[in-house]
């Protein structure tokens, strides 16, 4: 008994000792308190006042009222409510921490003064859980998992900012309580998900600091979900690139928010995005150009604009997948229009080109290109068939590769005994041994190899650029000391990669010759010679 009363006593002590310097009304209910005390420490058969009341049952009561005082400022510091004090032998009731997992939960609990300070003295502090990596088979941190835990952190950020400005015996102090042990159940459901906000020992941060950790921990959940979401599919590859970058800057700006709390280990949702960024540099050599380095930090008072763009890019990502859900019936309607001109060729089928034009466009603005396989497959009948009378650039191109496909390419005999022109000779000469790049289009292989022969070629460099895609990997092929000439096909690329590709061949000093037409070596070589002969024809 004697050692369980120091021990309930140390930790009163140890609890109100810091407080009550800070606190001058803490530091009066406390002398109450402790004229009470004294007042419990007197004779053993007490004399009895006026009315048969005792003066230890008088000074109980006022103390009582006292201590009442005491809880309500406690609640103000974020701390379990508790019951004010009852006479001894009483029975009273109180909520006492009970610790489950890595959670702190308070239930009540009636009985006596002493059994309740017993209860509360074997309900150990909760500790920051340690830390146990989610992870797939790989080893790879669980972006969903993340993402849940991270939101649900965020959704705590309110609720503590709420339970901070409550005292005992608030109306809505029942509700909040109840709220926040939803949330630890929540949490409990979840791996190594610690509600840091809840934990009664350390204070909550100010309301604004607070604020902006809610919008940080919103931010990496959204990213997370979005990175997700774009991973693997090919369709999704631009989102895909700035949906990680994203995903980079919001735990970068977590790390920074988190630095001034009183946590003394990385957030474990931070920490396992940082990593599944990592692993996801080395597998995919993906490149991620900011605040992957502690001396490279995110600015967490940049959130609201982070979390901005990463709805614009799940929106960019929800419009990219409905156009692609239309593919197949975009795709279909090519097929039945050209189909309706193959089979009379001689009607007038103005009216199915225009739907067809308008398929292609429809079906471009989803990221399919004109060139595109299915595309090709399906106008494939009106090739050598009929042709439209005014083609759209798109419409134009996916004939040009309809045709180039339909055709098989020429067996080697027939390779042998072609013949070409005086013009073809001509840049043959210029160009025997030399690299040519060439930018547009689909890359076949056929075709590749039929203008490397009719040139002549020591190399044709033919770069495949996706279109909205970059142009850089066409500056490195055009500035190489060996490129000799610069093709720019122009239906088949485009405007931005058309400019690049001027911009790069002035800059390195390269002849760009602009063909309007196919890839055929005779249109190739007329071209060549019309707008660049004066630079590489041998000066006589």
Same mark, same amino acid.
């Given at each position: 008994?004697?050692?369980?009363?120091?021990?309930?006593?140390?930790?009163?002590?140890?609890?109100?000792?810091?407080?009550?310097?800070?606190?001058?009304?803490?530091?009066?209910?406390?002398?109450?308190?402790?004229?009470?005390?004294?007042?419990?420490?007197?004779?053993?058969?007490?004399?009895?006042?006026?009315?048969?009341?005792?003066?230890?049952?008088?000074?109980?009561?006022?103390?009582?009222?006292?201590?009442?005082?005491?809880?309500?400022?406690?609640?103000?510091?974020?701390?379990?409510?508790?019951?004010?004090?009852?006479?001894?032998?009483?029975?009273?009731?109180?909520?006492?921490?009970?610790?489950?997992?890595?959670?702190?939960?308070?239930?009540? +609990? *009636? @009985?006596?003064?002493?059994?309740?300070?017993?209860? #509360?003295? $074997?309900? /150990?502090?909760?500790? %920051?859980?340690?830390? =146990?990596?989610?992870?797939?088979?790989?080893?790879?941190?669980?972006?969903?998992?993340?993402?849940?835990?991270?939101?649900?952190?965020?959704?705590?950020?309110?609720?503590?900012?709420?339970?901070?400005?409550?005292?005992?015996?608030?109306?809505?102090?029942?509700?909040?309580?109840?709220?926040?042990?939803?949330?630890?159940?929540?949490?409990?459901?979840?791996?190594?998900?610690?509600?840091?906000?809840?934990?009664?020992?350390?204070?909550?941060?100010?309301?604004?600091?607070?604020?902006?950790?809610?919008?940080?921990?919103?931010?990496?959940?959204?990213?997370?979900?979005?990175?997700?979401? +774009? *991973? @693997?599919?090919?369709?999704?590859?631009?989102?895909? #690139?700035? $949906?990680? /970058?994203?995903?980079? %800057?919001?735990?970068? =700006?977590?790390?920074?928010?988190?630095?001034?709390?009183?946590?003394?280990?990385?957030?474990?949702?931070?920490?396992?995005?940082?990593?599944?960024?990592?692993?996801?540099?080395?597998?995919?050599?993906?490149?991620?150009?900011?605040?992957?380095?502690?001396?490279?930090?995110?600015?967490?008072?940049?959130?609201?604009?982070?979390?901005?763009?990463?709805?614009?890019?799940?929106?960019?990502?929800?419009?990219?997948?409905?156009?692609?859900?239309?593919?197949?019936?975009?795709?279909?309607?090519?097929?039945?229009?050209?189909?309706?001109?193959?089979?009379?060729?001689?009607?007038?089928?103005?009216?199915?080109?225009?739907?067809?034009?308008?398929?292609?466009? #429809?079906?471009?603005?989803?990221?399919?290109?004109?060139?595109?396989?299915?595309?090709?497959?399906?106008?494939?009948?009106?090739?050598?068939?009929?042709?439209?009378?005014?083609?759209?650039?798109?419409?134009?191109?996916?004939?040009?590769?309809?045709?180039?496909?339909?055709?098989?390419?020429?067996?080697?005999?027939?390779?042998?005994?072609?013949?070409?022109?005086?013009?073809?000779?001509?840049?043959?000469?210029?160009?025997?041994?030399?690299?040519?790049?060439?930018?547009?289009?689909?890359?076949?292989?056929?075709?590749?190899?039929?203008?490397?022969?009719?040139?002549?070629?020591?190399?044709?460099?033919?770069?495949?650029?996706?279109?909205?895609?970059?142009?850089?990997?066409?500056?490195?092929?055009?500035?190489?000391?060996?490129?000799?000439?610069?093709?720019?096909?122009?239906?088949?690329?485009?405007?931005?990669?058309?400019?690049?590709?001027?911009?790069?061949?002035?800059?390195?000093?390269?002849?760009?010759?602009?063909?309007?037409?196919?890839?055929?070596?005779?249109?190739?070589?007329?071209?060549?010679?019309?707008?660049?002969?004066?630079?590489?024809?041998?000066?006589?």
């Amino acid at each position: 008994m004697k050692g369980d009363l120091a021990s309930l006593l140390a930790a009163v002590e140890a609890y109100l000792a810091p407080r009550a310097k800070q606190d001058p009304h803490l530091r009066e209910l406390l002398r109450q308190a402790a004229a009470w005390l004294s007042s419990i420490a007197g004779p053993d058969d007490p004399a009895t006042g006026s009315g048969g009341v005792s003066a230890d049952d008088r000074a109980s009561r006022a103390a009582g009222e006292a201590l009442a005082q005491v809880s309500g400022v406690a609640a103000e510091q974020g701390v379990p409510d508790q019951e004010a004090p009852r006479r001894p032998g009483e029975r009273a009731q109180a909520l006492v921490p009970l610790k489950i997992g890595d959670t702190l939960v308070h239930v009540p +609990v *009636e @009985g006596s003064t002493q059994e309740i300070g017993r209860a #509360r003295l $074997a309900a /150990q502090p909760p500790e %920051e859980p340690e830390r =146990a990596r989610p992870a797939d088979a790989a080893g790879e941190p669980d972006l969903a998992v993340v993402a849940r835990r991270a939101r649900l952190k965020a959704q705590a950020c309110p609720v503590a900012m709420r339970r901070r400005g409550l005292r005992a015996g608030d109306a809505a102090l029942g509700d909040v309580l109840a709220e926040m042990n939803a949330l630890i159940a929540r949490a409990k459901s979840l791996p190594s998900c610690f509600l840091w906000q809840f934990f009664p020992e350390h204070p909550v941060p100010a309301d604004e600091h607070l604020r902006t950790i809610e919008r940080c921990y919103a931010n990496l959940a959204l990213a997370a979900e979005l990175a997700l979401r +774009v *991973e @693997g599919n090919d369709d999704l590859e631009d989102v895909q #690139r700035e $949906a990680i /970058q994203a995903l980079a %800057e919001a735990q970068s =700006a977590l790390r920074v928010a988190l630095g001034s709390t009183w946590l003394t280990r990385p957030d474990q949702d931070q920490d396992d995005a940082f990593l599944w960024l990592t692993v996801k540099t080395k597998r995919d050599q993906v490149f991620i150009e900011r605040f992957m380095r502690l001396n490279d930090p995110a600015d967490p008072a940049r959130a609201d604009e982070l979390g901005q763009r990463l709805l614009e890019l799940a929106a960019d990502a929800d419009r990219i997948t409905r156009e692609r859900k239309n593919v197949s019936a975009l795709v279909n309607k090519v097929r039945f229009h050209a189909k309706r001109i193959a089979d009379a060729p001689t009607d007038d089928h103005a009216p199915d080109w225009a739907k067809i034009a308008e398929a292609i466009d #429809r079906l471009n603005l989803a990221g399919v290109r004109p060139t595109d396989p299915r595309v090709t497959g399906a106008l494939a009948p009106t090739a050598g068939v009929a042709e439209p009378a005014s083609p759209t650039p798109a419409l134009s191109a996916a004939l040009m590769a309809a045709s180039v496909a339909r055709r098989e390419p020429a067996s080697e005999p027939e390779q042998q005994q072609r013949r070409y022109s005086a013009t073809v000779e001509r840049v043959r000469a210029w160009l025997h041994g030399a690299r040519v790049v060439v930018v547009g289009g689909e890359v076949y292989d056929h075709a590749r190899q039929r203008l490397t022969e009719a040139l002549e070629l020591g190399e044709l460099d033919w770069v495949h650029l996706r279109e909205h895609a970059s142009s850089a990997p066409l500056e490195a092929a055009i500035a190489r000391p060996d490129t000799r000439l610069v093709l720019a096909l122009v239906k088949l690329a485009g405007h931005q990669h058309i400019d690049d590709a001027r911009r790069w061949a002035r800059q390195h000093g390269r002849p760009l010759v602009m063909v309007p037409g196919g890839y055929n070596p005779e249109q190739v070589a007329a071209e060549i010679a019309a707008q660049v002969s004066d630079r590489l024809e041998p000066a006589r």
